[in-house]
């Protein structure tokens, strides 16, 4: 079984190896070593519950990029129902570094909009890796918009190193596509919430994130730039990004913190990708209960609510 | 400035950083784009325009309001807004340390000053960028200070326009610099759904979060002469699709080609003329 494990999980990697030849030298042999197997998958548990409790900011950003870890799609088979893709943003194009369409979530029907990463090569080539252009936000605005008009809830999934810098996205408004974006989700009369489950990469991240719940799966982040990118502007020096990580204060512990999250949604042992399952039903439990709390306020309460949250992020003071 | 330089791609950098060694500090200016010597004080009456070129040089914040708004009519809001720096950020240098040089050589408690007035007879509120302050980048200060322009513009029914020049959002605020984009663009939403208008006026250079929040947000996006705007900056696109940028890619007449800004208009016609569009935007007579 190939988990992928990072770098820092290596000491967890030799102990599952270990114990997988175990097993294969068990199945060959009289001698039974199911007692010595389960001493040390014990082991390897707490080792890893001992590894997780005390992650570095770099190491979660490693984690929210994990190549197996759940993208868009994944958490929209397993946790809705009837799920409709729909297409295009009506002027130019289909952008597959954003999926959205309509769903059902508990019987109820909502708008489904995320980022969406590739798993082999030639989708990841196929979907961008995840960095839209901006008929993927102008997609997205297509069916917020449509949400609005049919009293259906938004749900929206981030995960995207950012919004692609590239010729043919400058050309066609870029900037614009994001702009606008968070303009007309500001006032959207329909409740929205926002759940990065991965990379929450800057204004490419932001324009499906205007929202009255933000929600952080333990291992995502959420920044301005890049670990790597704040890296070499500030300290001249791409290998400088596990303290950019840590200055920027991207991980979603850091940001509860400081208010600007709402809700951390708590990921299994080891993360989302060891156990999808279970990270589906806490997501699904959380998603539901904001629903619920939203559900309760009139229109022009929430939107007040929207905008007055918006306004009171701030680092500053005034002087009297 | 020397971060700036770094992040700033060499084609946009404050005005020949290297060159200025050449030129002594004092009475003479040279143009970055056709290297004439100009006269300062001749320079300062044409509003920093090159008599020779034409070229649109950077210019101050408060110059920029000052020349803009009718005489004796600005006043300026919101200057007891101040940077706080909540996540004690450290790179280099500490955050705190960068803003207070920042406000030592610019005179500015952050990048953007706030100003209402009079434009050619119409009570305005007008903002503008202060681009030697940290790049212009935009942390809490800018996108508060912007909101509360466009709140007291909603208040008064008064017609709001911006003059950018930012290299983005401010990364020693993190994620609190990225929240101003959404923050500054539903504060404009606001205006919008009233019929207040808005008008952007771009000025060089605009890049990343004010480029893609407040900036491209107006009634009608404006744009000075040769001014450079653009979600991603020059040298990150060139790393990522690997191929050489067209001449004159994100430029102001790029701009115009391509449909993101309505017009480009000289600093010197650019009270009259946004002033004549605000007339008829608002239903008053010709001045």
Request: hydrophobic letters at 40%; aromatic letters at 6%.
């Given at each position: 079984?190939?988990?992928?494990?990072?770098?820092?999980?290596?000491?967890?990697?030799?102990?599952?190896?270990?114990?997988?030849?175990?097993?294969?030298?068990?199945?060959?042999?009289?001698?039974?070593?199911?007692?010595?197997?389960?001493?040390?998958?014990?082991?390897?548990?707490?080792?890893?519950?001992?590894?997780?409790?005390?992650?570095?900011?770099w190491q979660v950003s490693q984690l929210s990029r994990h190549p197996m870890r759940p993208y868009t799609l994944d958490y929209i088979n397993l946790m809705f129902d009837d799920f409709d893709e729909l297409h295009g943003d009506r002027h130019f194009a289909d952008d597959a570094a954003i999926v959205g369409g309509m769903a059902r979530l508990e019987g109820r029907p909502v708008?489904?909009?995320?980022?969406?990463?590739?798993?082999?090569?030639?989708?990841?080539?196929?979907?961008?890796?995840?960095?839209?252009?901006?008929?993927?936000?102008?997609?997205?605005?297509?069916?917020?918009?449509?949400?609005?008009?049919?009293?259906?809830?938004?749900?929206?999934?981030?995960?995207?190193?950012?919004?692609?810098?590239?010729?043919?996205?400058?050309?066609?408004?870029?900037?614009?596509?994001?702009?606008?974006?968070?303009?007309?989700?500001?006032?959207?009369?329909?409740?929205?919430?926002?759940?990065?489950?991965?990379e929450g990469g800057s204004g490419g991240a932001l324009a499906i994130g205007v929202c009255d719940e933000l929600m952080m799966l333990q291992y995502s982040t959420y920044s301005v730039i890049s670990p790597e990118g704040c890296a070499s502007i500030l300290w001249k020096s791409a290998t400088k990004a596990p303290e950019a990580a840590e200055a920027m204060g991207l991980t979603?512990?850091?940001?509860?913190?400081?208010?600007?999250?709402?809700?951390?949604?708590?990921?299994?042992?080891?993360?989302?990708?060891?156990?999808?399952?279970?990270?589906?039903?806490?997501?699904?439990?959380?998603?539901?209960?904001?629903?619920?709390?939203?559900?309760?306020?009139?229109?022009?309460?929430?939107?007040?609510?929207?905008?007055?949250?918006?306004?009171?992020?701030?680092?500053?003071?005034?002087?009297? | 400035?020397?971060?700036?330089?770094?992040?700033?791609?060499?084609?946009?950098?404050?005005?020949?950083?290297?060159?200025?060694?050449?030129?002594?500090?004092?009475?003479?200016?040279?143009?970055?784009?056709?290297?004439?010597?100009?006269?300062?004080?001749?320079?300062?009456?044409?509003?920093?325009?090159?008599?020779?070129?034409?070229?649109?040089?950077?210019?101050?914040?408060?110059?920029?309001?000052?020349?803009?708004?009718?005489?004796?009519?600005?006043?300026?809001?919101?200057?007891?807004?101040?940077?706080?720096?909540?996540?004690?950020?450290?790179?280099?240098?500490?955050?705190?340390?960068?803003?207070?040089?920042?406000?030592?050589?610019?005179?500015?408690?952050?990048?953007?000053?706030?100003?209402?007035?009079?434009?050619?007879?119409?009570?305005?509120?007008?903002?503008?960028?202060?681009?030697?302050?940290?790049?212009?980048?935009?942390?809490?200060?800018?996108?508060?200070?912007?909101?509360?322009?466009?709140?007291?513009?909603?208040?008064?029914?008064?017609?709001?326009?911006?003059?950018?020049?930012?290299?983005?959002?401010?990364?020693?605020?993190?994620?609190?610099?990225?929240?101003?984009?959404?923050?500054?663009?539903?504060?404009?939403?606001?205006?919008?759904?009233?019929?207040?208008?808005?008008?952007?006026?771009?000025?060089?250079?605009?890049?990343?979060?004010?480029?893609?929040?407040?900036?491209?947000?107006?009634?009608?996006?404006?744009?000075?002469?040769?001014?450079?705007?653009?979600?991603?900056?020059?040298?990150?696109?060139?790393?990522?699709?690997?191929?050489?940028?067209?001449?004159?890619?994100?430029?102001?007449?790029?701009?115009?080609?391509?449909?993101?800004?309505?017009?480009?208009?000289?600093?010197?016609?650019?009270?009259?003329?946004?002033?004549?569009?605000?007339?008829?935007?608002?239903?008053?007579?010709?001045?």
């Open positions: 079984m190939n988990l992928n494990f990072l770098d820092f999980e290596q000491p967890i990697a030799d102990l599952e190896a270990k114990i997988e030849e175990l097993r294969l030298v068990g199945n060959d042999s009289d001698v039974n070593l199911s007692d010595e197997i389960s001493r040390l998958q014990e082991k390897s548990y707490k080792l890893t519950e001992q590894i997780f409790s005390n992650l570095s900011s708008m489904v909009i995320g980022h969406q990463k590739g798993r082999d090569v030639k989708e990841k080539v196929r979907r961008n890796f995840g960095m839209p252009r901006p008929e993927g936000y102008r997609k997205a605005l297509r069916l917020m918009e449509m949400a609005e008009r049919f009293k259906m809830p938004i749900l929206t999934f981030i995960d995207t190193p950012g919004a692609y810098p590239g010729i043919d996205a400058e050309e066609r408004g870029q900037s614009e596509a994001i702009a606008f974006n968070l303009a007309v989700m500001s006032r959207l009369k329909t409740p929205i919430i926002a759940t990065v489950i991965g979603a512990g850091r940001l509860k913190e400081l208010g600007l999250v709402d809700t951390l949604v708590p990921e299994p042992l080891g993360g989302a990708h060891r156990n999808p399952e279970q990270m589906v039903a806490s997501l699904r439990t959380a998603l539901l209960q904001a629903l619920n709390k939203l559900d309760k306020k009139d229109t022009d309460a929430l939107l007040e609510r929207r905008y007055q949250r918006l306004m009171s992020y701030s680092s500053l003071q005034e002087l009297g | 400035m020397s971060w700036l330089n770094r992040i700033v791609p060499s084609i946009i950098r404050p005005e020949g950083a290297e060159r200025k060694a050449n030129v002594p500090e004092g009475l003479w200016r040279k143009c970055p784009k056709c290297d004439a010597a100009l006269y300062r004080p001749e320079l300062e009456k044409n509003q920093h325009v090159c008599p020779k070129c034409d070229h649109h040089m950077r210019i101050t914040a408060r110059k920029r309001l000052e020349a803009f708004l009718d005489r004796g009519t600005a006043s300026e809001l919101f200057a007891e807004l101040e940077p706080v720096d909540r996540l004690k950020f450290k790179d280099s240098k500490k955050y705190k340390e960068r803003l207070a040089a920042a406000q030592r050589d610019t005179g500015e408690k952050d990048a953007l000053i706030a100003m209402r007035g009079n434009l050619t007879g119409v009570a305005v509120v007008a903002v503008a960028f202060e681009f030697n302050f940290m790049g212009g980048s935009m942390g809490s200060v800018v996108g508060e200070k912007f909101a509360r322009a466009a709140e007291l513009a909603l208040r008064e029914r008064m017609p709001l326009i911006c003059f950018s020049a930012s290299g983005g959002a401010r990364m020693q605020e993190a994620l609190f610099s990225l929240m101003q984009m959404a923050k500054t663009s539903a504060a404009l939403e606001r205006l919008k759904q009233a019929g207040i208008p808005y008008i952007s006026v771009l000025t060089d250079p605009v890049y990343g979060g004010v480029s893609a929040s407040l900036a491209m947000l107006g009634d009608l996006n404006v744009s000075e002469p040769f001014a450079l705007c653009g979600f991603a900056g020059p040298r990150v696109i060139e790393q990522t699709v690997r191929e050489k940028l067209p001449e004159g890619f994100q430029r102001a007449e790029f701009l115009l080609a391509h449909g993101t800004v309505d017009m480009i208009i000289h600093r010197h016609e650019m009270a009259e003329k946004l002033g004549g569009l605000l007339r008829k935007m608002t239903h008053q007579p010709a001045a």
